[in-house]
């Protein structure tokens, strides 16, 4: 890991071996991000498809959009490929490609919030049924969105502001997005034809598209077909399937291929399509469209690789919380390590820490990266992060040991904690160590409201809530963690931690 706050343990052999079970004398290794546990976890191999198409439910809240959006976005685009004879290794980029079209919509949230002093997510979901690059629709556009609640004055500021961006400012948040989107993509070990399609999602048939300004056969087919798709889904959503029909007519030959246009529109009274579109489980529904022959069987180092990437569409979401997930990841598997649990549990714990802010995709970053006091409403709202990583962990089979340990992450001994306030009796030993690490990481880090601490002042902070909110036993191992691998917050100096 790159964070300056402590070094790689791979690297450090003998540092790696003085870590022991603080019960016993039997040393243990703990494993860093780079390095996770060798035994393969209770879950087994899954189908990657299926964890695929729960997580992309994250990604539809980030952009603002009805849960299913990229599931049904993904079977709208299979049956043009269908229709358009496309053979298996295209159909199988492309099915990828249609569910994580959005992987990197979250480096851009709070750009969009603070340029437009509003909610990324609203902001987000305009944008998507936006005709662009249109002066009136664009004029339109900005006017809806700007500084919704704030006086005239301030909304005149921002609208200049927009101004000065204009399409370079525009074309840059695209590309940054786009780009990132491809790179998670990668991560995951899925094909470059599914990286290509995420990177040309915003590209346009005349030449006026993000972020290259590539035109016609020059941006990608997958691309071509994810950028049709999309915006039909949208509309269907939205307004109905025959104004999403007429939509895809009046753009074509402007943002889409007109061959693919034609396409879509005789697929206009595919029953069955429709009837699968129509489903309130589309995540489920949409796994049907992958091509037999190549259903990708995710293992564990597959598993591993899909919560480090989505860790970082997370953590790209806010400026202060680079590196939060991965960081928190790593506190919480040292200490369990140190309370000697197995490699399976390790396992476990690290995707639940690489996952366990998921949730947050669904808060708007006007409230996450608040500088001043939260009112009420917007600390419930933050509140109910843990909810949603709930929600949208528990879609996965196989993950439901993981959902537990992720969705705990801000409970308490006492049952004060949130979302669901249970008490100690509920709370296992890597609930328990991810929730210290959690503390411990976010107020070692700098944040909007409030600068670093020194890392003393940090475990001062946490001991006042030892045995009444945090647990002794992870709060020591925790102590003992950070003490062995000098551990340290942002631009402090001393390593040393130990009380």
């Known amino acids: 890991m790159s964070d300056p706050r402590f070094p790689s343990i791979i690297a450090e052999p003998d540092l790696r071996d003085s870590l022991w079970d603080l019960r016993t004398p039997a040393p243990r290794a703990c494993p860093p991000l780079e390095q996770q546990p060798n035994a393969e976890s209770h879950e087994g191999a899954v189908q990657l498809s ?76 305009d944008f998507k049924t936006t005709d662009w690059p249109r002066t009136t629709s664009t004029l339109a556009y900005i006017l809806r ?35 990132r989107g491809a790179e998670i993509a990668r991560i995951f070990g899925l094909p470059d034809a599914t990286a290509e399609a995420i990177r040309g999602l915003d590209e346009h048939w005349n030449g006026k598209g993000h972020p290259s300004g590539l035109a016609g056969e020059a941006i990608p087919l997958l691309a071509r077909i994810a950028c049709l798709s999309q915006t039909v889904e949208v509309f269907v959503a939205s307004a109905g399937l025959d104004s999403a029909m007429e939509m895809a007519q009046r753009r074509s030959g402007r943002w889409f291929d007109p061959e693919l246009v034609r396409i879509l529109l005789s697929l206009r009274h595919d029953r069955n399509l429709w009837e699968k579109y129509s489903s309130e489980k589309a995540y489920r529904q949409v796994m049907q ?88 409403d917007e600390r419930l709202a933050i509140q109910q992060h843990p909810a949603y990583t709930q929600h949208i962990l528990e879609r996965i089979q196989g993950f439901e040991k993981i959902t537990a340990i992720a969705a ?14 249970i008490t100690a009796k509920h709370l296992s030993k890597s609930m328990r160590c991810l929730v210290v690490a ?62």
């Open 50 to 125: 299926g964890v695929v198409s729960a997580l992309s439910y994250a990604l539809d809240i980030t952009e603002g959009q009805p849960e299913g959006h990229a599931a049904r976005t993904c079977m709208i685009g299979m049956r043009i490929a269908e229709t358009l004879g496309l053979d298996d290794d295209m159909k199988s980029a492309l099915f990828y490609a249609l569910q994580l079209k959005d992987l990197g919509c979250s480096s851009n949230a709070a750009k969009v919030a603070s340029l437009f002093g509003a909610d990324d997510h609203a902001i987000k979901r």
């Open 145 to 179: 969105n700007i500084s919704p609640q704030s006086p005239l004055t301030h909304k005149i500021g921002r609208f200049i502001a927009i101004g000065v961006s204009g399409q370079k400012g525009a074309r840059e948040m695209v590309r940054i997005r786009c780009e």
């Open 289 to 376: 469209y992958e091509p037999p022959d190549r259903m990708i069987i995710a293992d564990d180092a597959r598993l591993d690789r899909v919560a480090l990437g989505f860790a970082q569409v997370v953590d790209a979401k806010s400026p202060w919380t680079a590196k939060h997930s991965e960081v928190v990841t790593w506190l919480a598997v040292g200490a369990a390590t140190a309370l000697g649990q197995d490699d399976a549990e390790l396992r476990r714990l690290h995707r639940a820490g690489l996952l366990h802010d998921i949730g947050k995709l669904g808060v708007s970053s006007a409230i996450l990266d608040k500088p001043g006091k939260l009112t009420d």
């Open 408 to 421: 705990a992450h801000h409970e308490r001994l006492d049952g004060k904690g949130y979302h669901r306030g």
């Open 438 to 499: 959690d503390i411990c990481e976010a107020l070692s880090a700098q944040r909007p409201y409030r600068d670093t601490m020194p890392m003393a002042q940090v475990l001062s902070i946490m001991e006042k809530e030892v045995g009444s909110g945090l647990c002794p036993e992870a709060f020591r191992a925790l102590k003992f963690f950070l003490d062995a691998t000098g551990f340290r917050a942002n631009g402090e100096e001393s390593a040393s931690v130990a009380a």
